[in-house]
């Protein structure tokens, strides 16, 4: 027996009509949050920043590879780390079925991380990926767009997600004192990716977007912690299931270690 509030097809299309205007307007409003996002000025970067890539060493501008946009994912994988990610990785899944689209709409899709470029050869290997994917270790692109930070940072409190926190990080939903929650939940994505707590929180997820104008590329957006949550394509799905996310911590492995423990 059900212990779900359950009713007659009727009362069911009526609440469904009252929920579908809640959802027609709140497709609107997202209509206009992406007007107003590209309406932000554009910030020209005038760092030369490199990256190596499975074709060698490449600049910001060779990374469009001849497309006018470029969209980075920042992938957590610290260059110490054993492993990239569960949660960015259940994000990129994705990622080899969207790229094709992008690139012909004149998009580029990259993921960058600070780990060594063997290790993510390595890694998108495992993982089954083709998408492109370069290392910016030793440089200052993860630094400079606020996914990564030194211990010094840490200890002062880093600047993420246009604010300065404390030496915590707020990327997970789970606080601690909830089941699976707090410290306990980042502990064991630490764990999963070979690092500790502090060393996990060195390196952060978010997106950024750039565009070249005149010969000169131009930073037009970037969006940090729960602004990447459009980007978990399994939980649009699951916001729609009849129990919802129904979660209580971070239940999800990477796709080649469910059964494992």
């Known amino acids: 027996m059900t212990t779900h509030k359950t009713g007659t097809r009727e009362e069911w299309l009526a609440a469904r009509l009252e929920l579908l205007k809640v959802e027609k307007e709140y497709s609107r409003q997202g209509d206009e949050l992406a007007q107003r996002r590209q309406e932000l000025p554009w910030v020209r970067v005038d760092k030369e920043y490199r990256f190596e890539t499975d074709a060698g ?11 006018s946009q470029l969209i980075v994912y920042h992938f957590m994988f610290g260059p110490d780390w054993t492993a990239g990610c569960p949660t960015c990785s259940m994000i990129a899944d994705g990622f080899n079925g969207y790229v094709v689209h992008l690139a012909n709409h004149d998009v580029m899709l990259w993921a960058v991380s600070r780990a060594p470029l063997v290790k993510l050869q390595a890694y998108k290997q495992r993982m089954g990926w083709t998408f492109r994917w370069a290392s910016s270790q030793g440089g200052d692109f993860n630094f400079d767009f606020s996914v990564s930070f030194t211990e010094e940072q840490q200890h002062k409190g880093a600047e993420y997600n246009y604010r300065r926190e404390a030496p915590t ?33 060195r390196d952060r997820p978010g997106m950024s977007a750039f565009a070249p104008e005149d010969g000169v590329v131009h930073h037009t957006y970037s969006t940090y912690a729960r602004g990447v ?3 978990f394509g ?10 919802g996310r129904n979660e ?11 059964g494992k423990r």
């Open 229 to 231: 949550d459009p980007f």
């Open 234 to 243: 399994v939980y649009h799905w699951l916001n729609r299931a009849p129990k």
């Open 169 to 201: 990080s707020d990327v997970f939903r789970w606080r601690a004192g909830e089941e699976g929650g707090g410290d306990s939940a980042e502990a064991k994505l630490a764990a999963m990716s070979g690092t500790d707590v502090p060393g996990y929180h």
């Open 57 to 67: 060493s490449a600049s910001l501008a060779d990374l469009f590879r001849g497309r």
């Open 248 to 258: 209580t911590g971070p239940w999800w492995r990477r796709h080649d270690e469910y």
